[in-house]
RNA sequence: GUGAAUGUAGCUCAGUUGGCAGAGCACCAGGUUGUGGCCCUGGGGGCCGAGGGUUCAAGCCCCUUCAUUCACCCCA
């Protein structure tokens, strides 16, 4: 037990799995693009401050969950726990946000957060990320609402269900807090968990999430956040949901709906699903008007959603291994180099397949080219080597003929 | 950070009150003198996670440690 092992939470892919990836990354470049978004590819490393300040300081991320150290130039740098921060930093940057001008991004990648694993979580992790900046409207929204259900039903992945709710804006979501900081003080000490006890203090919004019988039955009287919604809020959510019914998506409406970054305003959403283990969140987004001004940009708004890769996986069915078109077996040491020559031109043609470096029995070639599910089988023996031929088998008929290996040129 | 469970062959796992380390799959060879899948026979493979303790004797009991998994917390 003396070989390295990796590290905790992270995970080595080999091609069973890798291949789903490759699946939700096609598919997500076919889906984005017909809603004019385009690939986004940025580093997986940025200044602290960028996600302090970004996500919030009060949030678990960058409070607890975040890699951060100091490189040797004495910066602190942090591994990115989530996409959006980076993603803006880059608009910001490349000087393409315009407010009123819609610009569309998508990106994906590994995100890190230092957390216990458990199923559908781990250290690194990846997300698919989409972020429309510069528009304010709720038709923003709900595209990318909508472009997010394309993307799913085109990986063919059912039983999710999508919740909506409004958080509202810096105008109307402190009125709102006071409200619930307000309702939860009148009641007894002791009637919230201890856990709530304690996000009253850090963000009283939380304890409409928690799971405990108790605080869910006192939530269930607890002031509702659409009955605190300025005016402005309160259209551009009925807006959203008007369109988004009219364009059939299914959804519930989930007033509990908290999100964990602190820049979300007005629309979030989650996809959630019962199927990947404790967690549920397969996809979360929403609207952050302020953010890319927070992070030094103009004052324009955005909407995005982040999808977790790993759990999208858990949702898929397995993705089968190509078929190789031929394994080349070689019989006879002689003629190791031909056949290596020979599986060149094969390639060439466009055919895929494995060759024989060494020479085995027939019996056991025969049985690893019918175990990788190949096509064909080409054969060089002794006699095929002496006629410069190469037996060909067809693995599911069973009848082979013989080629001139010249023929090949 | 907290709690629980699990570490035995390449993989999935048995292993009784402590008494010679096993099975299935995979791999290799043979049954078939150059022909896969099915079947039969044989074979290679193990620091029983690591370290210490109890015992005539430990995979099994005790302590420590590491790793993995699941859950809490939180989130994708």
């Known amino acids: 037990m003396s070989a390295i092992q990796k590290i905790k939470g992270f995970a080595d892919m080999f091609p069973e799995d890798a291949r789903a990836f490759t699946r939700m990354e096609d598919a997500a470049r076919e889906v984005f693009t017909r809603y004019g978004f385009g690939e986004l590819r940025i580093p997986v490393l940025e200044r602290t401050e960028l996600f302090a300040k970004g996500i919030g300081e009060d949030t678990d991320v960058v409070g607890k969950e975040m890699y951060t150290f100091t490189d040797r130039g004495d910066r602190s740098l942090t591994l990115r726990p989530e996409a959006t921060a980076g993603a803006l930093r880059a608009c910001i940057e490349a000087g393409v946000v315009e407010p009123g001008k819609p610009s569309r991004y998508f990106a994906f990648g590994p995100m890190f957060r230092y957390e216990r694993p458990q ?6 992790f990846h997300q698919i990320d989409a972020e429309l900046l510069g528009s304010a409207e709720p038709q923003a929204d709900v595209e990318v609402i909508l ?24 105008e109307c979501r402190p009125n709102y807090r006071a409200a619930l900081t307000a309702y939860f003080e009148s009641l007894d000490a002791s009637a919230l968990c201890e856990d709530c006890r304690r996000r009253m203090k850090t963000n009283p919004l939380r ?3 928690c799971k405990v019988p108790g605080c869910k039955a006192l939530v269930a009287d607890a002031p509702a956040i659409a009955d605190h919604l300025c ?3 309160r259209d551009h959510f009925s807006a959203v949901l008007s369109l988004v019914d009219r364009a059939g998506l299914k959804y519930t409406l989930n007033p509990r709906l908290v999100r964990g970054l602190d820049y979300y305003q007005r629309t979030t959403f989650e996809v959630t699903s019962g199927a990947i283990g404790a967690q549920t969140a397969v ?11 927070l992070l030094g940009g103009p004052d324009a708004p955005g909407v995005g959603f982040a ?4 759990r999208l996986a858990l949702l898929m069915d397995k993705q089968e291994a190509p078929r190789p078109d031929f394994f080349l077996a070689v019989t006879d040491e002689r003629a190791v180099d031909a056949a290596v020559l020979l599986a060149h031109k094969l390639r060439t043609r466009g055919l895929a397949g494995e060759c024989d470096y060494t020479s085995g029995s027939m019996k056991s070639r025969l049985r690893h080219a019918g175990r990788i599910n190949a096509k064909k089988c080409y054969i060089i023996g002794p006699d095929e080597f002496d006629a410069g031929k190469v037996t060909v088998k067809d693995m599911e008929e069973g009848g082979q003929l013989s080629l001139d290996i010249a023929a090949f040129d």
């Open 207 to 209: 304890v409409l999430d």
């Open 307 to 310: 999808c977790g890769m790993e």
């Open 231 to 233: 005016g402005g809020c």
């Open 283 to 293: 996809a979360g987004g929403g609207r952050y008007d302020g953010l890319v001004q």
């Open 147 to 170: 472009m997010l259900q394309d993307y799913l039903s085109e990986l063919g992945i059912g039983e999710l269900s999508f919740e909506l709710n409004s958080l509202g804006c810096r």
């Open 119 to 124: 199923k559908g979580r781990m250290r690194q």
